[in-house]
């Protein structure tokens, strides 16, 4: 029945299909809803609230991790105010490329 449905066939449309009638068909449907929110509820209740911790905790792990790979970075250098910049390439074409960007800023 939930096929039918999901395929965009009416109430009626279902019911002749499956020679029912329509308010069995709409008794079901309701029974059918009233099942999906209990689930949904059930659902966050019970099991949402653990994962949404297992997700930070697991965001937290990534934020520390990022934090020391920067730091043992030997593409990094501090600018003095507590920021890193990431430098690459040679000394030339980093000069080369801070000279076009502040270009670009005029």
């Known amino acids: 029945m939930l096929l039918k449905a999901a395929r965009g ?3 009626g449309e279902i019911a002749r299909e499956l020679q029912v009638s329509r308010a069995s ?3 079901d449907i309701a ?5 999906a929110k209990e689930s949904i509820r059930e659902y966050t209740t019970d099991h949402l609230p653990e ?3 297992v997700c930070l905790t697991a965001l937290e792990v990534i934020i520390k991790r990022a934090f020391e790979i920067l730091e043992t970075s030997p593409l990094k250098s501090c600018t003095g105010n507590g920021t890193f910049e990431l430098s690459y390439g ?3 074409s980093r000069s080369t490329s801070r000279t076009a960007n502040a270009m670009e800023k005029r």
């Open 25 to 27: 068909i709409s008794s």
């Open 51 to 53: 994962q949404y911790q």
């Open 9 to 11: 066939l009416s109430l």
């Open 31 to 35: 029974y059918l809803r009233n099942q």
């Open 90 to 92: 040679t000394a030339e």
